[in-house]
């Protein structure tokens, strides 16, 4: 049974920092490419960032959405199984709720459409 479990969110001043988590089971998620997605009220689900499979490093090469670009990092530690997306200088803009994602490729996509297995989500409130 593939599953994936999101933990982190919660609510921040505008500026700060959250560090969510991805904990993947049933799987080995360093042969699989992953996501990191969010919804906001009223939105479509978008793309904040992606991740290659590990590949032989396991380390995996990064892709950012224009919005977050140079503010969240998004890293997998292989070990434990857990896929990271550090968030700084956030923004009330990100405030949505936040899906990791898996797709059994090397290569990721920030399309919602190409990944078979999603958590249940974490939500992230930016608010003063």
């Known amino acids: 049974q593939l599953q994936l479990v999101e933990s982190g969110g919660g609510l921040v001043q505008p500026g700060g920092s959250l560090r969510l988590a991805c904990a993947a089971s049933?799987?080995?998620?360093?042969?699989?490419?992953m996501g990191w997605f969010r919804q906001a009220p009223g939105k479509e689900r978008e793309a904040v960032s992606c991740?290659?499979?590990?590949?032989?490093?396991?380390?995996?090469?990064?892709v950012y959405a224009d919005s977050v670009e140079g503010r969240f990092t998004i890293s997998r530690d292989n070990a434990k199984n857990i896929l990271y997306l550090d968030m700084n200088d956030l923004k009330p803009e990100d405030t949505a709720d936040y899906y990791c994602?898996?797709?059994?490729?090397?290569?990721?996509?920030?399309?919602?459409?190409?990944?078979?297995?999603w958590g249940q989500g974490t939500q992230v409130t930016v608010s003063s």
């Open positions: 994602a898996a797709d059994p490729k090397y290569y990721c996509h920030l399309s919602p459409d190409r990944y078979e297995t």
């Open positions: 049933g799987f080995t998620a360093r042969y699989y490419a």
């Open positions: 991740i290659t499979s590990g590949g032989t490093a396991g380390i995996g090469t990064p």
